[in-house]
C-alpha cells in the first residue's frame, strides 16, 4: 500500500514571510493522502497544509506565524473545497470479481442443472 500526500491547490499569499520579511514567497499548498493499492486507489479527507517561502526557499512552521498570516491561514482553509473522497477499483480488482463471479455463477448452474429432480 503506498500512501502520499498529493497537492490538490496551491495560493500565494501576500503576508510578509517571518523568516526573510519579503512579501512576494509565501505559498500555501493544501494537499490531501491519497491511498494507492494494487486493487483501488483512493482519496481521503486527511487534509494537511505546508507552507513554504519561496524567497527564502524555507518551509514556514505555525510556530512561526504571525497573526496576520493566521488570520489569512483561517480564511483559505474555509474557502478550501476538498476534493470528495473517493475509492477507484483498479482492472485487476474487476478481473478477480469476475473470475469469482464467474466460478460461483457457473457453480450455482451446474448445480441446478444437476440438481435431482
Ligand atoms: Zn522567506
Not at 499548498?29 to 493499492?37: C, G, L, P, V, Y
Given at each position: 500500500?503506498?500512501?502520499?500526500?498529493?497537492?490538490?491547490?496551491?495560493?500565494?499569499?501576500n503576508?510578509?514571510?517571518?523568516?526573510?520579511?519579503?512579501?512576494?514567497?509565501?505559498?500555501?499548498?493544501?494537499?490531501?493522502?491519497?491511498?494507492?493499492?494494487?486493487?483501488?486507489?483512493?482519496?481521503?479527507?486527511?487534509?494537511?497544509?505546508?507552507?513554504?517561502?519561496?524567497?527564502?526557499?524555507?518551509?514556514?512552521?505555525?510556530?512561526?506565524?504571525?497573526?496576520?498570516?493566521?488570520?489569512?491561514?483561517?480564511?483559505?482553509?474555509?474557502?478550501f473545497?476538498?476534493?470528495?473522497?473517493?475509492?477507484?477499483?483498479?482492472?485487476?480488482?474487476?478481473?478477480?470479481t469476475?473470475?469469482?463471479?464467474?466460478?460461483?455463477?457457473?457453480?450455482?448452474?451446474?448445480?441446478?442443472?444437476?440438481?435431482?429432480?
Amino acid at each position: 500500500m503506498d500512501e502520499k500526500l498529493i497537492t490538490v491547490k496551491q495560493v500565494s499569499l501576500n503576508n510578509n514571510c517571518p523568516e526573510c520579511f519579503s512579501k512576494k514567497g509565501l505559498e500555501l499548498a493544501f494537499k490531501q493522502n491519497f491511498i494507492e493499492t494494487k486493487f483501488y486507489r483512493s482519496i481521503t479527507q486527511d487534509i494537511s497544509t505546508e507552507m513554504y517561502c519561496n524567497i527564502c526557499d524555507s518551509n514556514i512552521y505555525p510556530i512561526n506565524w504571525t497573526e496576520d498570516i493566521e488570520r489569512v491561514y483561517d480564511y483559505q482553509m474555509k474557502a478550501f473545497e476538498p476534493k470528495k473522497a473517493s475509492k477507484k477499483y483498479k482492472p485487476l480488482f474487476w478481473i478477480i470479481t469476475g473470475v469469482v463471479a464467474t466460478v460461483v455463477i457457473t457453480g450455482a448452474v451446474l448445480a441446478l442443472i444437476n440438481f435431482p429432480v
